[in-house]
């Protein structure tokens, strides 16, 4: 077992004969004891450092214990200060807890006072030893976060170019797909992947790795949905109305994915050929959960229930809604022999 090694006290009194028996009696417990005669003498040796804490006297002529405790105090990873005086007054402990002082001592002649100054500095030692060591915590977890967070940010940053990789593989295979189909359902699958690239490409250049912003993300993805249906011979105006809204990760790709199957489904049948179309996109937020619509001006749900295409976007889109937890719904925007348009709803927990 190794032996303690003894902290080392300084000790300011303008009384001679105390500052004698206050070294002998500490240092009977175990403490290695300096003596400072007034306030200023004080100061300098504790801004010279190797004390593990410093006891200051309250009445002292020139400079009183509390000038001394406010000096030593803006000393840089100043030494703890135990308040000590003969007065009992509170006002005076108050004033010296108030300006820093880790304990307050009432002074007198005697083993007893030697006892409380010992039993103060003991304390006083161990809060500093378990203050430093939740410091010590505090940065070391700090670190880690750090650590963490970068980790995530190059995670993220792969796993988007790795999917902007995949998009162009496929995006080459559809040039020379064989058939329209074919080319037409690669160019479907292309867009599936970059409505997820997009949510990782969000993570890796922002300032979260966890949490998306919705409205940062749906507006991108809408920009590119509106370049990719927008044509010459169809034209599609597509517009988004979003609030503020951050999702985890899973929720932002489900989410993402039903936006575009749901806008790519607007622009492709919504609208009769040659025909102008407007699409649009919104997102609210209600209390804990959040609201979002898609919805178009033409010809509505088809009559007989028969989903166009494939329904591969059908699924996709109820399949994303389940890890929501979630239900799509549909229903007509007007009533009549007009074009009734179609509104898709989805609400879900944030």
Not at 167 to 173: D, I, L, P, T
Request: aromatic share 4%; charged share 25%; glycine share 8%.
């Amino acid at each position: 077992m190794t032996d303690r090694v003894a902290p080392r006290i300084l000790y300011v009194d303008d009384d001679e004969g105390l500052r004698r028996l206050v070294a002998r009696g500490l240092s009977r417990r175990g403490f290695a004891v300096d003596v400072a005669e007034d306030g200023p003498t004080g100061v300098a040796l504790a801004a010279a450092g190797g004390f593990d804490l410093v006891a200051v006297d309250h009445y002292m002529p020139g400079q009183d214990g509390l000038a001394t405790l406010e000096q030593i105090r803006a000393i840089p990873d100043a030494p703890p200060v135990i308040y000590v005086t003969g007065s009992e007054e509170s006002r005076v402990a108050v004033a010296a807890l108030k300006a820093g002082a880790v304990d307050f001592v009432v002074k007198a002649i005697g083993d007893d006072f030697f006892d409380l100054l010992a039993r103060a500095i003991d304390q006083a030692l161990v809060q500093v030893s378990l203050r430093a060591e939740k410091e010590r915590a505090e940065a070391a977890l700090r670190e880690t976060n750090a650590r963490l967070q970068a980790m995530l940010h190059e995670v993220n940053h792969r796993v988007a170019n790795s999917l902007q990789l995949v998009s162009a593989f496929v995006h080459m295979q559809a040039r020379v797909a064989p058939d329209d189909a074919a080319k037409a359902a690669l160019a479907d699958t292309q867009r599936r992947i970059a409505a997820i690239a997009q949510v990782h490409r969000r993570l890796y250049t922002s300032d979260s790795v966890s949490s998306v912003d919705m409205a940062e993300y749906l507006g991108a993805l809408v920009e590119e949905l509106e370049e990719t249906w927008s044509t010459p011979e169809n034209p599609r105006a597509l517009s988004l109305s979003a609030e503020p809204v951050r999702l985890d990760t899973d929720k932002a790709v489900a989410v993402g994915v039903i936006v575009n199957e749901l806008v790519s489904n607007a622009c492709k049948y919504a609208y009769p050929p040659a025909t102008r179309g407007e699409v649009r996109v919104a997102l609210r937020r209600e209390g804990d959960d959040f609201l979002l619509h898609v919805e178009d001006d033409g010809c509505g749900m088809p009559a007989d229930g028969q989903i166009k295409g494939t329904g591969l976007g059908s699924r996709l889109i109820r399949a994303m809604a389940t890890t929501l937890r979630a239900a799509i719904s549909y229903d007509p925007l007007s009533e009549g022999d007009g074009a009734p348009g179609v509104r898709a709803t989805l609400r879900a927990a944030c």
